[in-house]
């Protein structure tokens, strides 16, 4: 049973315009949903997370939307450039579960052309 | 501080080998994780571990077991490998202690077996 469903598998976006990455996941007990960036050969690094007190976290050009009651949170890039052609995974868990397990998406393969 | 490193970064193996992965971390992280990724598949936990001498089961299991002798060490262990352990394996390690902490992830190790 895949706990955190991830969309687009793939997405290519022009130079300067918006990405955006799509998940939804089952489990009511997450209370943590960070994404991942992960560039080729590498592990993957976090980028931004958010908790379900809020429904909005932006850090630069990358934008958390959370919507509690629909199960759902994207991430948004805005501006996109070529150096955001990356793996983005997004995942979540059970902060007081004292594992601090993640469950992640099957990640999306970004391509920003020129 | 290097952070998460991981050894070998590569390893060809024969089916029915054996071999112990390494990670270690320097930020005296309590948990760490070990991950393998997949095509397609996302990241998927193996075993974790919260503190010296603990492991635990995450969600792929079978046919690995790890050690957790010293908390800045966590070994990922193959003892009979299979064409379908073939993978990139990454460690993580997180602080604890504290909610919504980050994992940070070590660079991989490319596992091939024939």
């Known amino acids: 049973q895949q706990q955190v469903k991830q969309s687009p598998q793939s997405l290519i976006v022009q130079k300067g315009g918006i990405s955006i990455i799509n998940c939804a996941y089952e489990?009511?007990?997450?209370?943590?949903f960070p994404w991942y960036q992960q560039f080729p050969g590498k592990g993957p690094a976090l980028l931004i997370a958010?908790?379900?007190?809020?429904s909005e976290k932006k850090e630069g050009r990358f934008t958390i939307s959370f919507n509690k009651s629909a199960k759902q949170f994207s991430l948004h890039i805005m501006d996109s450039q070529p150096g955001d052609s990356a793996t983005y995974f997004c995942?979540?868990?059970?902060?007081?579960?004292?594992?601090?397990?993640?469950?992640f998406g099957k990640g999306t393969m970004l391509l920003v052309s020129p | 501080n290097a952070g998460v490193t991981q050894t070998p970064k590569f390893r060809v193996l024969k089916t029915g080998q054996s071999m112990t992965l390494l990670c270690a971390q320097d930020?005296?992280?309590?948990?760490m994780y070990w991950y393998r990724q997949d095509p397609g598949m996302g990241l998927r936990l193996i075993h974790y571990?919260?503190?010296?001498?603990?492991?635990a089961k995450g969600e792929v299991p079978d046919g690995y077991n790890v050690s957790r002798l010293k908390k800045q060490n966590f070994l990922l262990g193959l003892e009979s490998a299979a064409p379908s352990q073939t993978s990139v394996y990454f460690c993580?390690?997180?602080?604890?202690?504290?909610?919504?902490?980050?994992?940070?992830f070590g660079p991989g190790t490319r596992l091939t077996v024939l």
């Open positions: 571990s919260v503190g010296e001498g603990t492991t």
């Open positions: 489990n009511t007990a997450f209370d943590y």
């Open positions: 930020m005296n992280h309590e948990y």
């Open positions: 958010i908790r379900p007190d809020v």
């Open positions: 993580a390690s997180l602080s604890g202690g504290a909610a919504y902490n980050e994992q940070f």
């Open positions: 995942a979540a868990s059970i902060e007081n579960s004292g594992y601090s397990t993640l469950t």
